[in-house]
């Protein structure tokens, strides 16, 4: 029986009391593991210590998750943030270069919320801080005082863009999605496509059409619930399915070589 694709899931850099930790959401472990049917293996924020190739040399895929913090907008040339704004400079440091090199490197990649935009602004677009405050938007934030099953629940539909990756996998031409942001894409990066696409005219996905594997980003939470809504579950699948067949290759290159 062939292995399991070993799927490598980001994290994000947090002070817990004395201690500085690596931290990731259980739901996108746990989203890799049932619905992309991989193993995940969880990658530092340690730009540091390792280069993107390091990291990319063990993985057959990469899941860019979402956080509750914002890239730092120097990365854009955008202003600067609002006072108080979580941001997450080692993060920023890991994920920004991984991005570009898995891409060019052929490794699938799955980016969600912050994962999404860390890949426009990796490939040079620019962010919306504050989408609601822009005035041809709605307010696509979660309402943080309803219960968490209400905040991840349908929020709003997105128009799936034809002949792109998420037709591709089965989606029809409108879907309804969770919606917990309050960033957006400003300026999409060159050589991006748009996917999906707000009611209002936000962009809410992004494929590499370029790209030597699967490159998708999604603006909302498809890990959440993912075995209950067929939709998010075939992105995860769609991810997994490509993370398998580099494994395969990986496993058959190895096998040759030695």
């Known amino acids: 029986m062939s292995r399991l694709p070993l799927i490598g899931v980001t994290t994000c850099s947090r002070q817990i009391g004395l201690h500085a930790y690596h931290t990731s959401g259980d739901k996108y472990s746990r989203a890799v ?5 991989g193993l995940p293996v969880l990658v530092p924020s340690l730009a540091d210590l390792f280069q ?5 040399d063990a993985l057959d895929g990469i899941l860019f998750t979402g956080s509750p913090s ?17 941001h997450d400079p080692a993060r920023d440091a890991t994920t920004l270069p991984l991005i570009r090199a898995a891409v060019e490197a052929g490794i699938p990649v799955l980016g969600i919320c912050r994962g999404f935009q860390e890949m426009n602004v990796a490939f040079g677009g620019s962010l919306h801080q504050n ?4 005035g041809t ?3 696509h934030r979660e309402d943080e005082t309803q219960a968490v099953e209400v905040q991840y629940g349908p929020a709003h539909a997105v128009h799936i863009q034809p002949g792109g990756v998420l037709a591709g996998v089965g989606l029809p031409r409108s879907i309804e999605v969770n919606s917990i942001h309050s960033q957006g894409i400003e300026r999409l ?3 991006l496509r748009a996917e999906a696409v707000a009611p209002d005219g936000l ?3 992004v494929s590499v059409p370029e790209g030597k594997a699967f490159a998708l980003g999604v603006q909302w939470h498809p890990e959440w619930e993912v ?10 699948q769609a991810f997994g399915d490509a993370c398998r067949a580099r494994a395969t290759q990986r496993d058959a290159d190895a096998s040759n070589n030695a």
């Open 131 to 134: 989408v609601h405050e822009v």
């Open 189 to 191: 990066a060159p050589g």
């Open 227 to 236: 075995s209950s809504n067929p939709y998010y579950l075939a992105i995860f």
């Open 203 to 205: 962009i809410e996905a």
């Open 52 to 56: 993107p190739s390091d990291i990319l």
């Open 70 to 86: 914002n890239v730092e907008p120097f990365h854009y040339q955008g202003p600067a943030s609002a006072p108080g704004t979580a």
């Open 137 to 139: 938007f709605i307010d």
């Open 33 to 37: 593991a049932t619905a992309a049917k």
